[in-house]
């Protein structure tokens, strides 16, 4: 049941690239951010309300506050890095570069999580460097 979560997540990831980079033709890319940010704390907060999880906030300990905070200052970091490059670059640039998060966070969850290292993983992760570099060095037209 999670890949379909997870493709949910690539489609919905991949239209957040592509409008965007359509809204950011005359709006400065941070303000942009901003002003999605808004309805990312309305639409969330919305669900827990819905679903009835509000009353869960004061089960949550100490290490995990701190953990889902750090998560928040690098998602908002990594949006707001990603939104500079979307105004600057195209977008099928960006995003190839970008999801070299990807190998980033392969390498991160064996050191921290110590997941498994499988020989299709690292070939996966190799691949998709490869792949960012041919899109790095090659000649874009924006």
């Given at each position: 049941?999670?890949?379909?979560?997870?493709?949910?997540?690539?489609?919905?990831?991949?239209?957040?690239?592509?409008?965007?980079?359509?809204?950011?033709?005359?709006?400065?890319?941070?303000?942009?951010?901003?002003?999605?940010?808004?309805?990312?704390?309305?639409?969330?907060?919305?669900?827990?309300?819905?679903?009835?999880?509000?009353?869960?906030?004061?089960?949550?300990?100490?290490?995990?506050?701190?953990?889902?905070?750090?998560?928040?200052?690098?998602?908002?970091?990594?949006?707001?890095?990603?939104?500079?490059?979307?105004?600057?670059?195209?977008?099928?640039?960006?995003?190839?570069?970008?999801?070299l998060s990807l190998v980033f966070a392969i390498?991160?969850?064996?050191?921290?999580?110590?997941?498994?290292?499988?020989?299709?993983?690292?070939?996966?992760?190799?691949?998709?460097?490869?792949?960012?570099?041919?899109?790095?060095?090659?000649?874009?037209?924006?």
């Open positions: 049941m999670w890949i379909f979560w997870a493709l949910g997540a690539a489609i919905a990831a991949a239209l957040v690239i592509v409008l965007t980079k359509a809204g950011l033709k005359n709006v400065d890319s941070s303000l942009a951010f901003a002003i999605q940010s808004v309805f990312i704390l309305l639409i969330t907060w919305g669900v827990i309300l819905v679903q009835g999880n509000f009353s869960d906030l004061k089960e949550i300990d100490n290490k995990a506050w701190i953990l889902l905070i750090c998560a928040g200052i690098a998602t908002t970091l990594s949006t707001l890095f990603s939104f500079k490059a979307l105004s600057m670059g195209p977008a099928s640039y960006v995003v190839t570069i970008e999801r390498i991160l969850s064996i050191i921290f999580l110590k997941e498994k290292i499988t020989w299709q993983l690292l070939t996966g992760a190799a691949i998709m460097v490869v792949g960012a570099v041919l899109v790095a060095l090659s000649e874009s037209k924006e």
